[in-house]
């Protein structure tokens, strides 16, 4: 009996420190590309390294989470009509659900270049959130699969189709919508999905185009001396927010539209990517109103990305644009140790394991280079039948790749 409870009580403690390391949204346990415990393959193709693959019908970039042995997935017919989710069981790869969330008569319009499930589903203990832009939000049981709440009612006009993900923090999940019409911040009761707050962006933007208006950037919850700030990038300016309360405490302009890459907080600046306009920039996070002209560290339009968000690895932030150039860039400086054309096209964000860094491209040629700020080093090259759009995740040890087609585990 002592041996039985001492074995529960160290799985437990396993159980409780691993949780902090689920996959659980966009990007990750921290949202910013880490896999800090993981070992992950270094090569692998379709008949080396495959623990299981398992097709995933629609068209749908959303990236794989994973809480326990579930792995979760938001999905989408390509006519935008069936809105779902779908979990795979981590260990055999079999579909436990496939759970049609929303039916919607008259989608609205998607370019081929996206899906009507690009947003990342994010995932805690028992309960999953999938988002579908404008098309409505629900929170899922995650054991028996029942919808226990929808939103429909929260407006914008993607014009291309939705892409920002929500997250979750303390009791409020998170949606953005930068859309051509509308262009807010809104925080629900994750619980019940009742409105905590909602605050309507404050950017010039200069024009009446809502194209330059449209954005699809996930924001970031981080504490900074002591204050609490969501921040949230959008098109040609970004704003910082008290996620409590939705109150607005700093901006900053920088041009560009099209925002999509995660901002990451690390330094003591946050790192800002968008499309044009200064492109990437580091910013300092204690300001108040406006602060373009006081707290820009430094900027950069070199080999930047529109698509795939960035690494930081210590001192250094690793990227690689839509077309396949990899930098690595000093963090303080905004200088470049260095520059590859590695090769692409990429959509999806690399992620980071054990001194390495994985990206997958839109073509199946999946890489792996060191994370070493003197050179750049390509460890492997490796080939999948399909491409990917959407970003990596791991488990365990394991990497988790959803192409346009299948969803793979990949282990040694």
């Not at 009996?1 to 949780?19: F, Y």
């Not at 969501?230 to 040609?236: D, G, K």
């Not at 980071?352 to 199946?364: C, H, K, L």
């Not at 999946?366 to 039948?385: C, G, H, S, W, Y």
Request: charged share 20%; aromatic share 10%; hydrophobic share 40%.
């Amino acid at each position: 009996m002592r041996l039985v409870v001492g074995t529960l009580i160290v799985l437990a403690v396993v159980s409780a420190s691993n949780a902090a390391e689920h996959w659980n949204q966009f990007r990750g346990p921290h949202g910013n590309g880490h896999a800090s415990s993981a070992t992950l393959p270094l090569q692998w193709s379709e008949k080396d390294n495959v623990a299981w693959k398992v097709a995933i019908d629609g068209k749908a970039w959303s990236s794989p989470i994973v809480w326990g042995d579930q792995i979760w997935m938001s999905n989408a017919t390509p006519d935008g009509k069936k809105l779902s989710a779908v979990c795979v069981d981590a260990a055999s790869g079999k579909i436990v659900h496939d759970i049609v969330v929303f039916n919607i008569t008259e989608p609205m319009f998607c370019i081929d270049y996206n899906s009507y499930a690009s947003p990342t589903p994010v995932v805690e203990a028992g309960r999953l959130w999938v988002h579908f832009g404008s098309a409505g939000t629900a929170c899922l049981d995650t054991v028996g699969g029942k919808v226990l709440w929808k939103r429909q009612d929260l407006h914008c006009d993607h014009l291309r189709a939705p892409g920002s993900s929500p997250i979750t923090f303390r009791n409020f999940l998170y949606l953005t919508f930068d859309g051509a019409d509308y262009q807010y911040v809104a925080a629900l009761d994750k619980e019940i999905g009742k409105t905590i707050w909602k605050t309507d962006r404050t950017i010039d933007y200069g024009t009446d185009d809502g194209d330059f208006k449209k954005a699809y950037s996930t924001p970031t919850v981080f504490e900074h001396k002591g204050r609490l700030q969501l921040m949230s990038p959008a098109s040609v300016g970004s704003e910082s927010f008290d996620p409590l309360t939705g109150k607005l405490l700093w901006k900053v302009y920088h041009g560009g539209f099209n925002a999509a890459a995660r901002p990451l907080y690390s330094h003591g600046k946050v790192f800002i990517n968008l499309q044009r306009g200064l492109c990437l920039l580091a910013v300092r996070p204690d300001g108040s109103g406006d602060v373009t002209k006081t707290h820009i560290v430094w900027d950069t339009k070199k080999s930047t990305p529109t698509r795939p968000s960035q690494l930081i690895i210590g001192d250094h932030l690793y990227m690689v644009t839509d077309k396949g150039v990899v930098s690595c860039v000093d963090v303080e400086t905004g200088k470049a140790t260095w520059t590859e054309r590695m090769g692409g096209p990429h959509s999806g964000s690399p992620i980071y394991a054990s001194g390495r860094i994985y990206f997958v491209g839109e073509d199946g040629k999946m890489r792996v280079i060191a994370a070493d700020p003197t050179e750049f080093k390509l460890l492997a090259e490796n080939q999948l039948d399909v491409g990917c759009m959407a970003s990596p995740a791991v488990i365990g040890d394991a990497l988790l790749i959803r192409t346009k087609t299948h969803l793979y585990r990949i282990e040694e």
